[in-house]
């Protein structure tokens, strides 16, 4: 395994997913001053849908291939065969679903969402499955051969299409009331998608290897193990969907009205999650390549491998995710107004910033539960999280509003994330060491927070503005805290091997 590789692709993958976080960032803010965060609300419901008929129509095939290819790579075997099967099995799928999609749009429209103009937009998106399904099976392919900058590059691609033509729809056509977001996110969706694929097509076409022979899994064992990540994919979509839309519904019951329950909502979606999940970005890349690397250390039998990888990403995830979730306790207010929300949306950005290492952590665990082919217990496990999420939903929301949707992120996240954690250490091997992984990191960041607050008040850079103040602490906390967290687990191995040798010398 080429430790400078992931790391390299790594940082590559959060660069350019910074970038979309922050052009997605910047999309909603547009969407939300131009048609209102009821739009925007409006936007998220349909994004879902059409995120679910992406589950419903290939499985997630993207992971399925990813996973597939590595492990034929693995034990060396043939993985363009197993990729002809990813693309057999998705087509398959996808004609399928987007033929009774299709078929059943006026129903979907009309008689479901209860709104005529979403009939023709479900019906183009229909269209448009089978080549998102191929253009997921072209991903999966090159995340599994180490091509990541080709996958990420499609991905940024295909994102930015299709911001432009949502911001140019929006700007002339919707803003107009001449064509409706329904529609709008449609024809974005289907020319970002195609555009993406082009880009594929070409990579694919260049940097394709040539493999002979024949693979080390047949078309059938491919698709009986398919089966559990498709059913967990489709899991999951289905109950996002369901709480995604619950979110509004138990809202009207607290006493909102529909649009003041779609403004809410749209906030939330639109506003406040993006910007928790943006520092995240380093790990959803870290996520993504640790499944094909787990399956390619698993198809070789490399068990100290990979126990180590576990371990280093428990540490490293932990010190990150705790310094973000600090900023954002710190500074929400303020983030809250700077990203084109308000008072309310700083306030709850705040309260939810403890859950934030709970949040993240989960990106990384269900990464390695993928890459260990451990998908039945993460169906099981996001079966579990989504029961707590929604019932927490449908008792707190229509009492307490809207932090009834806090207390059910908060109770889900970290109920469900510490059973992640048990299973994990129980398939890899690792450790789960407190004190490396909890207390080192936590000492670390309260002594440069508070060290940092105190050389602010001495030097008096406390009293210019709020955002050079918070600028300016970030960074010089940040560097502080990995200085002495370095300095810290430093300490402690020169005192384990003062004490090995004193044991040697002691024995000799």
């Known amino acids: 395994m080429n430790r400078n590789k992931i790391a390299r692709d790594t940082v590559f993958m959060t660069a350019v997913q910074l970038g979309l976080q922050g052009m997605s960032l910047l999309l909603n803010i547009f969407i939300t001053r131009k048609l209102g965060s009821a739009a925007v609300g409006t936007a998220s419901l ?21 996973r597939f290819i590595s492990e034929e790579i693995g034990c060396g075997g043939n993985p363009n065969r197993v990729f002809k099967y990813a693309v057999m099995f998705s087509a398959c799928m ?8 299709f078929i059943a749009g006026d129903f979907i429209g009309n008689i479901l969402l209860k709104n005529a103009g979403t009939v023709l937009p479900i019906r183009i998106m229909a269209l ?55 529609m709008g ?15 594929l097509m070409v990579a694919a076409v260049k940097y394709r290897g040539k493999y002979s022979g024949s693979a080390g899994i047949s078309f059938r064992h491919f698709a009986f193990g398919a089966v559990p990540i ?36 749209g906030i939330f979606e639109a506003i406040i999650i993006p910007t928790l999940f943006f520092p995240s970005v380093i790990l959803c890349s870290l996520s993504n390549i640790l499944v094909p690397e787990l399956s390619r250390e698993r198809g070789a039998d490399n068990a100290n491998n990979v126990k180590s990888i576990t371990e280093k990403v428990f540490q490293r995830t932990f010190v990150f995710s705790m310094f973000a979730s600090a900023v954002f306790l710190c500074f929400g207010n303020d983030i809250g107004i700077l990203v084109g929300g308000d008072a309310f949306a700083g306030k709850i950005i705040r309260i939810l910033s403890p859950a934030v290492p709970f ?45 009834g949707i806090v207390a059910s992120y908060l109770a889900s996240n970290i109920i469900c994330n510490i059973s992640r954690i048990i299973m994990i250490i129980k398939v890899t091997g690792a450790k789960f060491r407190f004190r490396n992984i909890i207390l080192k990191p936590l000492f670390s960041l309260v002594f440069s927070m508070q060290f940092t607050m105190l050389a602010e008040k001495l030097l008096k850079i406390d009293r210019v503005s709020k955002s050079v103040n918070a600028l300016v602490f970030v960074a010089v906390s940040g560097i502080l805290y990995i ?6 687990v430093q300490l402690e191995y020169r005192e384990k091997e003062r004490g090995r040798r004193l044991n040697e010398l002691y024995q000799e």
């Not at 996110?185 to 880009?199: H, N, Q």
């Not at 200085?483 to 810290?488: G, P």
């Open 46 to 66: 349909i994004y879902t849908f059409f995120g679910f008929a992406t589950i419903i129509s290939n499985g997630n095939i993207y992971l399925i291939s990813s």
């Open 94 to 101: 996808s004609l399928i679903a987007g033929t009774g999609i």
């Open 128 to 182: 448009s499955l089978p080549m998102t399904a191929f253009c997921s099976c072209l991903k999966g392919y090159f995340n599994a051969i180490r091509r990541i900058v080709i996958s990420a590059s499609s991905d940024a691609v295909e994102f930015v299409v299709r911001a432009a033509v949502i911001a140019f729809l929006t700007e002339f056509l919707i803003s107009a009331g001449r064509m409706s977001i329904f």
């Open 185 to 199: 996110i449609a024809i974005s969706i289907v020319i970002g998608e195609a555009t993406g694929l082009l880009m």
């Open 230 to 265: 498709i059913l967990n994919s489709i899991l999951t979509s289905v109950l996002s969907s369901a709480n995604d839309a619950l979110v509004p519904l138990t809202l009207k019951q607290y006493g909102n009205t529909t649009k003041a329950a779609l403004s809410q909502f």
């Open 359 to 403: 949040i993240y952590l989960e990106i990384v665990l269900e990464g390695i539960l993928r890459g260990m082919g451990k998908h039945s217990f993460s169906s099981v496990n996001y079966l579990a999280e989504y029961t707590i999420r929604i019932s927490v939903l449908l008792i707190c929301v229509p009492l307490f509003g809207f932090y």
């Open 483 to 488: 200085f002495v967290y370095k300095v810290v």
